[in-house]
């Protein structure tokens, strides 16, 4: 089975009102006792999950363009130490697209990054304010296009949906980021999530989210732009051209095993979920007490595995080839999804099967989150 990386630094510059992922300000860092960290608990996750190498490492944060290049080196080489690396390794770094993180790309090409992924989020000096980023438009482009030199595969990130936004300008926008040249585009909808500022001024009467209606026009708009300019969406909010997809996220989507190391990270292995300490003085501790980061490691029953895979299957394009899952599991093809609510529902236009691959149409996408519950039984039963 294909094994993919998770590497989390949990740092960022300034907390965006929108994040609610696991980052953190802090007013320094000791870069060398984070790498140290970050290894014990990567050679205690070999220890345990050893075994084919990797396919795909991924940096995420936080704001991992922020580690030093020799930090990231180190971290690497101590992978393929462990594990062994894949040909054809995706080896991806995210980052924000700033000029002081734009001149480590060179060098993190060097410690063997191949694919970047930047947090571009918005082509609008105005919008960036408001998403609280601290680059222009302007930076954004100019990291690009060193990125651009220096890897051979970058995805941008975009938000959409956003306060007041129409069709006619987010069309605009897509279109140009299109211009750009990248092979992904990651292109998220705004939600308001709890806990974050977002929410508060929200609740407050700062501003208000766009409403349902608009938000599904611009969904259907922006797969309709993508798929006709030849980034086709494979995912709900992924969309490459032919060979530029997403090897790690393919992990998780396709349920492969995800071994996750630093603060909050999750993984999937071997049977197996593990959640790592979220606050970051709380996993370097776990560190110096126990020589790994996890707070939390728990067998997952058959049912609860073929419901994650077939949750995290649904979203894909592709979708899922129901009898390979069903023999996986031990399970018959009728425990791991209602027939009879996906024969009402391919009559809907909604969902699709294709022998034994079944999967969300384009009229159905929008309707996911619902599609899901009605599709995946509650409770999955082993025979």
């Avoid at 069309?171 to 585009?185: D, M, N, V, W, Y």
Wanted: charged share 20%; hydrophobic share 45%.
């Amino acid at each position: 089975m294909p094994r993919a990386l998770y590497i989390h630094w949990p740092f960022c510059l300034k907390k965006c009102p929108y994040c609610d992922f696991n980052s953190h300000v802090r007013a320094s860092v000791d870069v060398a006792a984070w790498q140290v960290a970050l290894i014990a608990d990567m050679r205690h996750e070999a220890e345990v999950a050893g075994g084919e190498p990797l396919e795909s490492v991924f940096f995420g944060g936080g704001t991992p363009s922020l580690m030093p290049p020799a930090v990231v080196a180190a971290l690497l080489a101590e992978a393929e130490r462990l594990w062994g690396f894949a040909p054809e390794i995706e080896i991806t770094l995210e980052g924000n697209p700033s000029s002081v993180e734009a001149s480590n790309y060179a060098a993190l090409a060097g410690a063997g990054v191949n694919r970047a992924s930047l947090g571009v989020q918005a082509l609008d000096d105005e919008v960036l304010r408001f998403l609280g980023r601290l680059h222009s438009a302007d930076e954004a482009l100019a990291a690009l296009e060193v990125a651009q030199e220096h890897f051979t595969r970058v995805s941008i990130d975009l938000i959409y949906a956003r306060p007041g936004q129409d069709l006619a300008g987010w069309e605009a926008e897509l279109q140009r980021a299109i211009g750009l040249g990248t092979g992904h585009l990651s292109l998220y909808q705004l939600t308001i999530e709890p806990g974050t500022k977002f929410a508060t001024m929200v609740r407050e009467g700062d501003f208000a989210p766009l409403d349902e209606d608009t938000c599904a026009d611009l969904f259907a708009l922006t797969r309709n732009i993508t798929a006709a300019q030849g980034l086709p969406a494979y995912e709900v909010s992924n969309h490459a051209k032919p060979g530029e997809r997403s090897r790690h996220n393919l992990a998780y989507w396709r349920y492969d095993d995800t071994l996750g190391i630093g603060p909050g990270a999750h993984g999937r292995r071997r049977g197996q979920a593990t959640v790592r300490h979220r606050k970051p003085e709380n996993w370097l501790a776990a560190i110096a007490a126990q020589g790994h980061g996890i707070v939390e490691a728990r067998k997952l029953g058959v049912s609860e595995q073929a419901s994650e895979a077939m949750l995290m299957g649904l979203r894909l394009g592709e979708g899922i080839d129901l009898g390979a899952l069903a023999a996986r599991f031990g399970l018959m093809h009728e425990q791991m999804c209602d027939p009879n609510r996906l024969a009402f529902y391919q009559t809907q236009g909604l969902t699709w099967q294709r022998g034994d691959r079944i999967g969300v149409t384009e009229a159905g996408m929008p309707l996911l989150d619902g599609l899901l519950g009605e599709l995946v039984p509650a409770e999955l039963v082993a025979t």
